[in-house]
């Protein structure tokens, strides 16, 4: 009898052991102002789907640029969340990785594009980026090039 009950046990087991990747529902892209990325401020609610009521376990794969200060952490409320402690450009890409904890290494990425609504980007040429001239051209030049540029901000660029 106790043989019957172990191998039911066995069988049990095997069955019950997941056979799909996680599901996220967490979408992309997220917009936050950057003064909301002080500290350990919340990016993003992070929701995967194990489709079998088993745990689910989150990490970061990776991030662009690398300087990004982006973390998975435990929230009061149970949830895991995506937060941030600084935002030194305007757009990251952050990797997430849902893994089902059972142990198959069965999981789903999400790239998550995250943009931060008050960080501009660098100013743009509107001249030419390249010049060239023989020096026995210019025995006394005053002026070589006119650059441009423009800032996205409407602020001055030097």
């Given at each position: 009898m106790q043989t019957m009950y172990l191998l039911w046990i066995l069988l049990h087991v095997i069955i019950e052991v997941a056979t799909n990747s996680p599901t996220w529902t967490t979408s992309s892209p997220?917009?936050?102002a950057s003064t909301a990325c002080n500290g350990?401020?919340?990016?993003?609610?992070l929701n995967a789907d194990s489709g079998d009521s088993s745990t689910v376990l989150y990490s970061i794969v990776s991030q662009t640029p690398t300087d990004g200060g982006?973390?998975?952490t435990d929230h009061f409320s149970g949830n895991k969340i995506l937060t941030c402690t600084q935002a030194?450009?305007?757009?990251?890409?952050?990797v997430l990785r849902a893994?089902?904890?059972?142990g198959n290494g069965l999981h789903a990425d999400l790239t998550l594009t995250i943009t931060f609504?008050?960080?501009t980007s660098g100013p743009t040429w509107t001249?030419?980026?390249s010049y060239s001239l023989d020096?026995?051209?210019?025995?006394?030049?005053?002026?070589?090039?006119?650059?441009?540029?423009?800032?996205?901000?409407?602020?001055?660029?030097?």
């Open positions: 997220v917009s936050i350990a401020s919340t990016v993003t609610t982006f973390a998975i030194s450009v305007a757009s990251y890409v952050v893994t089902h904890d059972g609504t008050d960080i001249s030419g980026t020096k026995n051209d210019c025995t006394a030049c005053d002026t070589v090039a006119t650059l441009a540029a423009t800032s996205s901000d409407s602020t001055s660029v030097t």
